[in-house]
Each structure stands twice: as C-alpha cells, then as structure tokens.
T-cell receptor, first 116, second 118 residues
C-alpha cells in the first residue's frame, strides 16, 4: 500500500504565476488535509476536504488560494498569482473514513515551493 | 484556540544519553496526540500516536506519555544515537468539527531541534 504521494516535490514559480500542488491520499483514505510550513515556523493547518467537499477551510488565506478533491483523481491545492511570501513547504495528509478513535493522519513528503 | 508549546527549542547531547522532550497544550479536550520526526528538507515521519484514553505508548527506544488533564506529553528517547538527530514535532487533534470536535486539522508545536553528538 503506497503512502501519501505528492507532486511535484519541488516547484519554482515566478511572482504572478500559478502553482498547482497535487496530493494522492493513501488507498482507502477519503479525508485529505493540507498544511503549510513557512521557514522557521511550525506547520499550520490550511484546509480539510472529503471527496467533492470542502469541510473546513478556516486556515486558508482568503485570497489566491483554493483547494479541491474531485471524485476522481488527486486533491489539488492551487495558488494563483504567487508572491514571495508563499514560498514554503506544503504537506498533504490523509486519513481513513473510519479508524475507530485513532483518526491518525498520514503525511506525504511535501512540495517545496520557491517563488522567485 | 488550541496552542502547543515544545520545550526545549533545541537540544544537543552526547551519544548514549537518555533524554526527554516536552510538549504542552492549552486545551485538554483532545482526541489524540502524535509525535513526529522531521529530517531537514524532508517530510514527517509518525513516531507514536497516543489516544486520549491512553497514558503512554512505546516503540523501540521511544516512549511517549500523555497527561491529558494537565495538558502535557513527554517523549523519552533511550540510549540516544547520532541517527536520532532531527526535529521532533508534537501535534494534537481536537476532533473533527463535524464530529463535535474543536478543529479538523492537527495543531503543531514548533518542534525541538535535537542534535546527538557522536
């Protein structure tokens, strides 16, 4: 059973371009979470999605950021008109629909976004 | 709002020592607590998960304890090795909002940067 997969692992964008980050959850997992780790900062929750639904986007910046988890295919975190402050590591995690009272989240390797 | 604090922020010890990393959280209404390891430029490796009903978990040389009522957890590393050098992160989950919990995502501390000297 492959783990959580993220691609690309590294992404370089110029200011004003769009960044698309992909996350494929573990097989059988229907819950996806996105986190951001800014340089010298802790990981911060951004958004929680289930298939075709955004459940909680309380940690998402109000502008330029969006996320989706379609019925088929990976979850996408999209950043429009990137700025230097968006440079960070973006991690995706997944968890199964039911896991007793564990609800353990399994993390992917992350995408490191650099905005030049 | 849940806040997680990890002490110390950095620690450097000689190989072979036993050591303790501390984690505290402000809201005791949690479902579980996880300890992760992060190597430079890498992702997160889950070390131990403790359910709210549990007091401790052990894996090899690692032992994590949880005192939910006081909002504290410790990660004990026995007989430290240079390969243990990494940043150790503590994270709590307060339960999914649609299940009546406080937050869908994990709340992380800023980590303890550990160096084990050969």
């Amino acid at each position: 059973n492959a783990g959580v997969m993220q691609n690309p692992r590294h992404l370089v964008r110029r200011r004003g371009q769009e960044a698309r980050l992909r996350c494929s959850p573990m097989k059988g997992h229907s819950h996806v979470y996105w986190y951001r780790q800014l340089p010298e900062e802790g990981l911060k929750f951004m958004v929680y999605l289930q298939k075709e639904n955004i459940i909680d986007e309380s940690g998402m910046p109000k502008e330029r950021f969006s996320a989706e988890f379609p019925k088929e295919g990976p979850s996408i975190l999209r950043i429009q008109q990137v700025v230097r402050g968006d440079s960070a590591a973006y991690f995706c995690a997944s968890s199964p629909l039911t896991s007793g009272d564990s609800y353990e989240q399994y993390f992917g390797p992350g995408t490191r976004l650099t905005v030049t | 709002k849940q806040e997680v604090t990890q002490i110390p922020a950095a620690l450097s010890v000689p190989e072979g020592e036993n050591l303790v990393l501390n984690c505290s959280f402000t809201d005791s209404a949690i479902y579980n607590l996880q300890w992760f390891r992060q190597d430079p430029g890498k992702g997160l490796t889950s070390l131990l998960l403790i359910q709210s009903s549990q007091r401790e978990q052990t894996s090899g040389r690692l032992n994590a304890s949880l005192d939910k009522s006081s909002g504290r957890s410790t990660l004990y590393i026995a007989a430290s090795q240079p390969g243990d050098s990494a940043t150790y992160l503590c994270a709590v989950w307060s339960g999914a909002v649609d299940l009546g919990g406080g937050a869908d995502g994990l709340t992380f501390g800023k980590g303890t940067h550990l160096i084990i000297q050969p």
